[in-house]
Every structure is written in structure tokens, then in C-alpha cells.
């Protein structure tokens, strides 16, 4: 059989989309999807993995298509009890959601590493693919704002991600461990194609590089990084990036973003409405695509995913 | 403001509805109720009381009526979501009790004691009356079988009572304190009753019994203590008293569980149906009247609350 040919790192909503592609075009067995886990906190309890989570949902086709996260068909009866009990409602759990988080949790409590537990998941929701947490140990993502330091998920679902934004910090990254099955398919010689998901620079890619090793794993692995930009036309597709980007006194261009990889990717691709940034980029030293990067539906996943794969190979030549 | 007046010992369900007729006749600030904590248990990280639960959801009107626990209307989807994922189902959660359970484990977590949680999630509610757990301290019932010891949800929801019962402890009772409320209302001039509900007297009432110091201040308190049968009619009105009376080598009669009170209780109630039963637990030296005790409706719960209360005011004179 052959090994992992494609690793994606991916943080939730938008890089879920592509993982989604990645999973309908490649055979299961040589799909690696790498989740960021520095969103991941502790809530009443409950040990919570956001991105692990969208991306498991959405593989499994459970994904809630027009809020972006949670379940299709969720209830709320939880919540609303949780609530009227005076407990904290800022983060939105469904009734099906938290079977994940109290199975989770259990299992985490019995000694089980987050890998295996994502593991046991992914087989009872019938996801052929392995989607593995980039480490087993905590990464957390703190937001250094004009009002102080905030949790990620303070941050981004109690706040609404209103601070302005000053930097972040990784808390725990540098003890962190490089999940070895990641370590394992980096040095892999199937390996083909290593892809970072058009997911925020800041909060989903950046923690997964802090990890100790892992820029150093990239570079001598044998198969082309090739990152999809998050930003388009200006903005962010979703989530925080553009406003992170403002407030960090950067331009809101794919190019900013190419720059935060240029030490480490092969190849960096816009979207085609940003064709003007393809020059630039390759004054980076970046080999550079413009390719329709929108993913509205299955079909956008499916062609995108087999865009970059091929795209992949091309310059692996 | 007066203080304490009546105060109920309580299990869950048969208890409960007898809390409920109390709480209907007595003025808020007079009505102490007592649960039972010795049934509760650790499942899924989730620090459940299933007597407190049933008690407080009976008291706030959203006890479901027809299966005895858990909330009217109750719905059920995180459980199918945690049966899906290969996760423990057998102890049914509802997503509303879900809430409760995940509000308690969080604030126990924070260091608040049981009391202290109860008392917050009454006045969330709208509970006027004091409802306390008989301890802040772990009590656990453990079942003694023909199979080994169960913990109580294990031999009582897991096994569905079907081991035949040897006998039981209390394990933590005997480091137990004494709710400081419950001894405070004990010693109170204002106390004109003390009822044990019609609970199970071995799962029940005796892990109550089996603190410290539980039966002195009972027998120091300067108020009747009522008893009212589980029994009735040669069988249990809910649960497994019944079985376990038999398993036990006892006759399934009010007589024997007034026998276990006898040290204790100044009378015991029996059903009118058990009307020639009175003659032969009052040669146990208690007082005895038969009355209906069925509460089948909230007119019988007022009732029956009405009628003991009565007598104990009559045996008070």
C-alpha cells in the first residue's frame, strides 16, 4: 500500500473546505489532514477542539454549511438549559456537539493521547481519512491585544475578535512534540504534496510552525509546500485575518501573507482575482499560480483540491 | 421570620412527590427539604445527583411525569451523538440535564460546595423552598450482589436492579458531616416535623441515617419524625425496595420497614390498604395511622402533605 502522499495543515472552516476536496479527489490511505489544535480550550469542563471538530464534522458530511461550524440539524436545548441555570452561554455548544466534547474528554481523562481519541472519532463518523491533531500536547494560542492578553476563544467568540490585535504568543508550543505520524509522513518518499490550507496566517498556521522542529521537518521534506492564500480581493473569505492584518499595520494582500512563508514554501497561490500579485509573489522567490481559490460548494472543493495537487507535481518535476 | 418548620428526608421519585405536596401547603421559608446523596455518581466527568435532580425538576414543575426523571419534554440528541460515537449511553442524559450536570461539575470545580450549587440552581428556577443534599461530603451507595459489589447507577440504571442484593454500604459515610443548615433546622425551637418521605429505606434514607451524628440529632430534635411506607400493599410503589426486601429475607410489608425506623421515628404511616398493619407496628412502639398515600395526581400530594403534617402536629400536642 501506498503511504501518505498529501499532508494538510489546516485550521477550521476555510481549510476544512479544502481538506474536504483533498478527501473526494485522493484515495484515503495517502490523505494526511493535520488540524491546528492552539484554538483547542477547557470549557465547564469540557476539553474543546474547534478546528479538529469543523474539519471532522465537515469530512463526515455532518457540517453545518451556512453558519461554517457546528452540526447540520444541531439543537440547542443544552445551551438554552445551560443558560438558564446562569452559565456561561458566549460559547455556543449543540446538543450533539457536546457528545463530542464529553466523549472526548473522557477519553482524554482515561490517559488516551488527543491523537487516539481523534482516531476512535474519525472511525465512528466513517472517516476514511487520517486527520491527526498537529501535536499531542496542549499549544494555545493567547491574543495579545490593546486591552490586554486574551485566550484565543475569548478572544474570537466571547469578544467577537472586536480587541485590536498587537500580536500573539503560542503558549506551550515550545514544549510541544511534532505529532510522530506527521513527523513520520514528512520523511516519507511517497510524499507528493504538503498543502497549507487557505486558513488564517496568524491563529491556525503559525502555532502549528512554533512547534519545535516542524519549520526544520518542512524544509527537508522531499515534496513541494505549497500554500493557498486565505486573503482574496482584499478580504478575508472568513474569520479575522484582514482585521488581524489592519491592525498589525500590514496590507490585506495575499502577498503579506505570502511573505510570512517565503523562508519555507515552494509555491504560494492566489486567487485568480488577485492575478496581480503573482509578480510580486514571485519576487519572493515563491513559484506563484492564480487559480479560482472560492469555495461555494463541492464541486469549488473538488476542482481546487485537484488544482493544487496537480499543481503540486508540476513542480515537483 | 419563622424559622424551619418541617423538615423532609428524601430519595428521588416517590420522595419527590410527597417534597412537592409539602412545598404546596407549607410556606416557603418553613420547608426544609433533605436529599440523598448516596445515589450520586461521577459518569462522563459529570457530577450527577439524580435524587437532587429529580427533586429540584419536581419542585419547578418540569419533572417528566410519565417516566418519573428527567425533564418534561426532554430531548435526547447528545445522547444518540455519544452512543454513535461508541460512547457509554447506558445512563440516559437528556440535553437539558445535560446543563445541570455540566453547571454543577464546573462549580464544585471552582470549589463551590453542593450545597452551595444546589442553592443557585433552585433560585435560577424559581425555588423558593431550601432544597440541601443531607452532606457537602461523598456518600456512595454500593450494592452488595450475589455478583460482587456495584456501585449503586451501576447495580440501579447499568444492571437494571437485576443482581440479587446481599446488603450495602455507604462508603464516605462515616467521614460524612452533616449539612451545618440540616443541623441547625434539627436544633430548632421553630421544627414541628420530621418526615422521612416515602423512599427507599436501604438506598435512600439509610445512607442518610448512616452519618455521623444523623440519628442523635434526630432523637435530640423536639419534633415528631414521620415515616411514611414505600410499601404499600405488598409491593414498592417505584423502584426496587421491593425486590430487595425479598432479596433480603424480609416480608415485603410496611411492618418491616417500620422495623428499621422503630429506634428512631416517633410514628409511621402506612396505606389504607395496610390498614392491618397498624395494630402490629404500633407493638414496635411507634405511633401508626393509615391513610391513602398514593399520589397518584398533585391533589394526592397535597393531600397526603396535608395529612402528615397534621398528625405530626397531633402528635406533637
Known amino acids: 500500500m ?11 472552516v476555510g481549510g476544512a473546505k ?17 488540524a491546528n489544535t492552539a484554538d483547542d480550550f477547557d470549557h465547564l469542563g469540557l476539553h ?11 469530512l463526515c458530511g455532518r457540517a453545518n454549511r451556512s453558519q461554517g461550524w457546528g452540526i447540520e440539524g444541531e439543537t440547542w436545548n443544552c445551551l438554552q438549559a445551560l443558560s438558564e441555570l446562569g452559565g456561561p452561554d458566549w460559547f455556543r455548544l449543540g446538543d450533539r456537539d457536546v457528545a463530542t466534547h464529553l466523549y472526548r474528554t473522557q477519553r482524554l481523562r482515561e490517559g488516551a493521547r488527543l491523537s487516539e481519541v481523534t482516531a476512535e472519532i474519525c472511525l465512528a463518523l466513517g472517516i476514511g481519512q487520517r ?20 485566550p484565543f476563544q475569548d478572544y474570537f467568540v466571547r469578544q467577537r475578535c472586536e480587541p485590536r490585535v498587537t500580536g500573539f504568543r503560542f503558549d506551550g508550543a515550545d514544549r510541544a512534540a511534532i505529532n510522530p505520524e506527521l513527523h513520520a509522513a514528512l520523511s516519507s518518499p511517497d510524499l507528493s504534496a504538503v498543502i497549507f490550507c487557505p486558513s488564517n496566517p496568524f491563529v491556525s498556521i503559525a502555532p502549528m510552525l512554533a512547534i519545535p522542529g516542524m519549520q526544520e521537518a518542512l524544509l527537508a521534506a ?18 479575522p485575518a484582514a482585521k488581524m492584518m489592519s491592525e498589525l499595520g500590514l496590507p490585506i494582500t495575499p502577498l503579506a501573507v505570502a511573505k510570512r512563508y517565503s523562508d519555507l514554501a515552494t509555491a504560494f497561490i492566489v486567487d485568480v482575482v488577485d492575478g496581480d500579485q503573482v509578480a510580486r509573489v514571485r519576487e519572493l522567490g515563491l513559484a506563484c499560480e492564480a ?12 476542482r481546487l483540491a485537484s488544482s493544487v495537487i496537480d499543481y503540486c507535481h508540476a513542480l515537483s518535476r
Not at 501506498?2 to 477550521?12: H, M, V
Not at 501535536?135 to 494555545?140: A, C, G, I, L, T
Not at 487559480?291 to 460548494?297: A, K
Open 48 to 58: 474543546i477542539c474547534p478546528d479538529l471538530d469543523t474539519i471532522t464534522y465537515t
Open 2 to 12: 501506498k503511504g501518505i502522499s498529501t499532508i494538510a495543515f489546516s485550521g477550521g
Open 18 to 34: 479544502l481538506a474536504l476536496g483533498l478527501a473526494r479527489v485522493l484515495p484515503p490511505e495517502e490523505l494526511l489532514i493535520v
Open 131 to 150: 486527520l491527526i491533531p498537529v501535536s499531542d500536547d496542549p499549544v494555545r494560542t493567547i491574543v495579545h491585544t490593546a486591552g490586554g492578553d486574551l
Open 291 to 302: 487559480m479560482p481559490t472560492l469555495m461555494n460548494n463541492d464541486d469549488d472543493k473538488l
Open 222 to 239: 522531499r515534496a513541494p509546500i505549497v500554500a493557498v492564500s486565505p486573503i482574496v480581493g482584499g478580504t478575508a473569505v472568513k474569520g
